[in-house]
């Protein structure tokens, strides 16, 4: 590590119980971190099974499809009724 760092993780020492919960806070805010690669794997499988579901429910007749149009029509109609106004991007 650079000395920048061992010189934060020696203030970080000196620091109060409620001052370290607040920074970790902080920094939970505003930094997120990476997943590990095997953790990585994992919401990578779970997501696969998820689109293979969703593809059995669409091959199987489960699910109704609807064209885009359809759905911004629903999207505006949801919209207006809790009295938002939809921004196109």
């Known amino acids: 590590m650079t000395a920048a760092v061992e010189h934060i993780k020696k203030e970080i020492r000196?620091?109060?119980p409620d001052e370290i919960e607040a920074l970790l806070r902080d920094l939970q805010n505003e930094y997120v971190l990476p997943p590990a690669d095997d953790e990585a794997a994992s919401i990578e499988a779970e997501w696969d099974a998820?689109?293979?579901?969703?593809?059995q429910d669409v091959i199987e007749g489960r699910v109704e499809l609807i064209s885009a149009e359809e759905s911004d029509r629903r999207m505006d109609a949801l919209f207006a009724k809790h009295?938002?106004?939809?921004?196109?991007a």
């Open 14 to 16: 000196s620091l109060g």
């Open 50 to 55: 998820e689109i293979d579901r969703r593809m």
């Open 83 to 88: 009295g938002l106004e939809r921004h196109s």
